[in-house]
């Protein structure tokens, strides 16, 4: 197989799991969204502590509290999806969207960064860091810029 093509395959193996974690995020499938996930993974979601870890992990049960405050699935957008792939390790950036209505009525419609990372193990490519972010408005405000859209 040539360089090409082996980087073809691990790009689409990547994207089918990016598919994957986006679709179970969509239908609010917390185990979906977990198996996509090394054990020993890192976040730095929009939700605080600054930083998740398995020692203290936004797992299973902090996703399911999170999407029943949500009434029925969530719209979830990947735009802009750029994916770089080596040989057992691979990242990708995006533009993501969240719309969604709360269980009180709130709408919800949020453009956020996300990178994720990846690491083949054994021989399967799974997500071993995550990292959202809003921008701020560097105006003394410091609030942050959920207004923004691509």
Same mark, same amino acid.
């Given at each position: 197989m040539t360089t090409a093509n082996t980087k073809a395959t691990e790009e689409a193996q990547i =994207?089918?799991?990016?598919?994957?974690?986006?679709?179970?995020? =969509?239908? &609010?499938?917390?185990?979906?969204?977990?198996?996509q996930y090394a054990g020993d993974n890192v976040k730095f979601i929009l939700a605080p502590p600054l930083k998740y870890t398995r020692h203290n992990p936004f797992g299973k049960k902090a996703l399911e509290d999170w999407f029943s405050s949500f009434q029925g699935p969530l719209g979830y957008e990947i735009r802009d999806l750029n994916i770089t792939t080596g040989d057992d390790v691979a990242f990708c950036h995006s533009l993501n969207r969240m719309k969604a209505t709360t269980t009180d009525g709130a709408k919800v419609?949020?453009?956020?960064?996300?990178?994720?990372?990846?690491?083949?193990?054994?021989? &399967?490519? *799974?997500? *071993?860091?995550?990292?959202?972010?809003?921008?701020?408005?560097?105006?003394?405000?410091? &609030?942050?810029?959920?207004?923004? &859209?691509?």
């Open positions: =994207r089918a799991l990016i598919d994957n974690w986006a679709n179970a995020m =969509r239908a &609010k499938d917390a185990d979906g969204v977990v198996s419609d949020l453009w956020f960064r996300e990178t994720l990372g990846f690491c083949k193990i054994a021989g &399967k490519w *799974t997500i *071993t860091h995550e990292h959202s972010s809003v921008p701020f408005y560097m105006d003394g405000s410091y &609030k942050a810029a959920v207004d923004l &859209k691509p």
